[in-house]
């Protein structure tokens, strides 16, 4: 009981000071490659890169600690990261406070959910994602995560659209007009050192060393170059004008916030009184309100991307200050200081007397030292009901993903895997990472990969990592300041090039063409819905179960005939000839109300082309169940084919079919003389009554009889 309460106490036996040894380096080792990566995973979903730290120190110790796999490596993720930043868009703005939140209770969620699951023990219902779905899916979300950071490795600065494709379209409008060249190069120096060095040095990792030149890089050459200014230090009547439109429009809003909440209010209160005229007026002011909102929204996004469109330069003047102007505005004879000026525009209104202008590459600026606060994520209602589906979505995704790796590292270590016992690992990572200002995490397979390699002996190993990331945390955050954001772009783009598997395609297709359509479709479904990722996953499921429910519907039934090699084989596939006067029918699939029907029109099909049958033999080999709707047709099929003067019998029953035929009393029905365990069997005893004055030269059941050649 202690074992499976407690199951990393496994891990002690043999254990000894080699295999500690053996542990600490393999933690060192993957904890070098998922600070960085936790940080660029984090503003993947929204949040500040530290919070990929917070996900980063207790998850991995819970869920090794708890799990069954000894060498998964837990953390942030490229796809759950996706996955909560698409969840969350709709209740809070990225990055806000109150996204934060949402980020934590969504992990809570998730953890709980999974923790379920796991405990009771229904983890076989990850297999609602199939594999063409979930191929579909990570192609598409790689696809998306690594277009999401071409504005990060540009310079530039878009506001988010509708749909994922037009917000990329609009990222590469405004990098061919004010890409910040430095910001790309960095990037680009980020490419070229990650990948030399997986390709000459793949046990240095690499991307702890991109993050560390490119960031003393960028210390050195002060990549990062703010200043703040005033609004009258910007000579651009232009300019002035937009920011008075921005500021106007971004004031309109706030204000028209605050009247829907006060109307919100008193919509629930009249609901609570029904008081319908009261419903009715107070809505209609609602309807009011939105309206006027989103032409405010409207107002301040073109005046917002107008101010983005803006450079300028600066002349330094004798007190020290800077004066801005437009190129085309600079007065004669000026001097600059040699760099191009942009006003940083949030959604907030810009203060007058604080106006961040940047003339330098975005950084990851300062980062919380010491641990994060512990406390339980507050829980509201609306807000557990709005991301239940999501939570739900991302906990048999991320789960999916994290016993994938396990597995494939079961069969290399020989390890014994238990499905629910990982589904509580990974849901009490979850959950107690909540407490520790996580989002949701999942298996990493890059850094599982780095684990195994690396000759990680137990979930020690996960624990090192941990106290590496803790230790992180308390002194080293200072050093992430310089740290470029193209950087933490290129690692994220790096990291999912893995995730695109064309070949998955291909081997869908070739095995079921079904397979590979629902796999293309959820593919193509995924992009064209982005954000909206989980549209892209409900189409996929629904494709898979429809085309599962008219499979059953629809089962094959076939026609038997004697083939080359003695065997009783498809009529239809192999081109052999039938027997005139015994029809052998196989029935491929159990046998309920779905489909009993369609049992009963094949056999119809059956007797009406073939005018001088006398036997129809049902092979029951494929009935694997049966029903009361199946052994009902089972018992009408009877009394049809001997009104109509022919004789039916049955091989091939399994004991949880004939259990119930007995219950309904079938076999004293059909007679006990007509229920053979074998098809052989049933040939023998049926052929020689059947081929009475026949003249079949030759019968198809006892010898093959291929069909001419056409």
């Known amino acids: 009981m202690l074992v499976r309460i407690f199951p990393f106490i496994k891990w002690f036996a043999g254990y000894n000071l080699n295999s500690l040894r053996i542990d600490l380096v393999a933690g060192l080792t993957v904890a070098l490659v998922l600070i960085p990566q936790s940080m660029a995973y984090a503003q993947l979903a929204g949040l500040p890169a530290y919070y990929g730290l917070y996900a980063a120190f207790l998850p991995p110790m819970i869920a090794a600690l708890f799990g069954s796999s000894r060498q998964l490596a837990t953390g942030p993720v490229a796809i759950v990261s996706l996955m909560t930043a698409a969840s969350l868009e709709t209740l809070a703005t990225a990055g806000s406070p109150g996204f934060i939140a949402y980020a934590i209770v969504l992990a809570l969620m998730i953890g709980f959910f999974q923790f379920l699951l796991g405990v009771l023990k229904l983890g076989l219902v990850v297999n609602f994602l199939s594999h063409p779905v979930v191929n579909g899916f990570t192609n598409a979300a790689a696809i998306i995560i690594a277009s999401s950071q071409l504005s990060k490795l540009f310079g530039v600065y878009v506001d988010s659209s509708p749909h994922h494709y ?12 004010y890409t910040h060249w430095p910001t790309l190069l960095m990037g680009a120096l980020a490419f070229g050192i990650m990948y030399s060095l997986k390709t000459i040095a793949p046990r240095v990792p690499n991307v702890l060393v991109a993050v560390v030149i490119t960031t003393l890089l960028s210390w050195g050459l002060g990549f990062e170059h703010n200043q703040t200014a005033r609004q009258a230090d910007i000579i651009s009547p232009k300019a002035q004008s937009i920011m008075e439109q921005f500021n106007g429009a971004s004031a309109e809003v706030a204000e028209l916030s605050k009247q829907r909440t006060r109307l919100m209010v008193e919509l629930n209160t009249a609901r609570q009184a029904h008081n319908s005229v009261a419903v009715v007026d107070i809505g209609h002011d609602v309807d009011v309100v939105n309206i006027k909102m989103q032409q405010a929204k409207d107002e301040a996004h073109h005046a917002r991307e107008a101010l983005r469109y803006l450079h300028f330069v600066a002349v330094p003047q004798a007190n020290g200050n800077l004066l801005f102007y437009q190129k085309e505005n600079l007065p004669n004879g000026s001097v600059t200081d040699g760099r191009t000026w942009r006003i940083r525009v949030g959604n907030g209104a810009l203060p007058q007397d604080r106006i961040v202008m940047t ?32 939570a739900v979505i991302i906990s048999l995704l991320g789960f999916m993903e994290a016993i994938s790796i396990a597995k494939a590292m079961a069969g290399k270590t020989g390890q014994r895997l238990d499905p629910n016992q990982e589904l509580i690992g990974q849901g009490l990572a979850n959950m107690v ?17 780095v684990n195994l390699q690396a000759g990680a002996v137990s979930g020690m190993s996960s624990v090192f990592t941990g106290l590496t990331v803790l230790v992180a945390l308390m002194f080293f955050t200072p050093f992430l300041y310089h740290l470029p954001q193209s950087v933490l772009a ?46 892209g996953i409900m189409i996929g499921v629904v494709l898979s179960l429809a085309v599962f429910i008219y499979k059953s519907m629809r089962p094959r039934v076939v026609s038997l005939a004697r083939a080359h090699d003695y065997a009783l084989r498809c009529v239809s596939t192999h081109g052999l000839q039938e027997c005139d006067h015994i029809s052998m029918v196989r029935f491929d699939g159990p046998l309920f109300f779905a489909n009993s029907s369609y049992l009963e029109d094949k056999m119809m099909e059956i007797m009406r082309a073939k005018p001088d049958l006398r036997h129809i033999i049902l092979v029951c080999n494929g009935i694997n169940d049966i029903d009361a709707s199946g052994e009902e047709t089972l018992s009408l099929l009877i009394d049809r084919i001997r009104s109509a003067g022919l004789d039916i019998s049955l091989s091939g029953v399994n004991e949880a079919v004939m259990k119930v035929l007995k219950r309904t009393h079938l076999p004293e029905k059909i007679g006990e003389d007509h229920i053979f365990p074998t098809m052989e069997k049933a040939i023998s005893i049926v052929h020689p009554l059947s081929h009475r004055n026949n003249r079949e030269e030759a019968c198809p059941l006892l010898t093959a009889c291929p069909l001419p050649m056409k």
């Open 433 to 449: 990472g909540a407490i520790g200002q996580s989002y949701p995490v999942s298996g990493s397979f890059s850094r599982s990969a």
């Open 490 to 535: 290129a690692v994220i783009m790096m990291a999912v090039v893995g995730l695109i598997n064309v070949s998955g395609f291909i081997h869908a297709w070739r095995a079921k063409r079904y397979d590979g359509a629902i796999s293309v479709i959820t593919f193509c479904a995924t992009l064209v819905f982005a954000p909206h990722l989980d549209k």
């Open 166 to 177: 037009e917000t990329i379209w609009h990222v590469l409008e405004a990098a061919v007009h």
């Open 359 to 390: 003339g330098g590459g975005a950084v990851v600026g300062n980062i919380p030292k010491g641990l994060p606060a512990f406390s339980v994520p507050a829980i509201n209602l609306k807000v557990i009901v709005h991301l239940f589906p999501f």
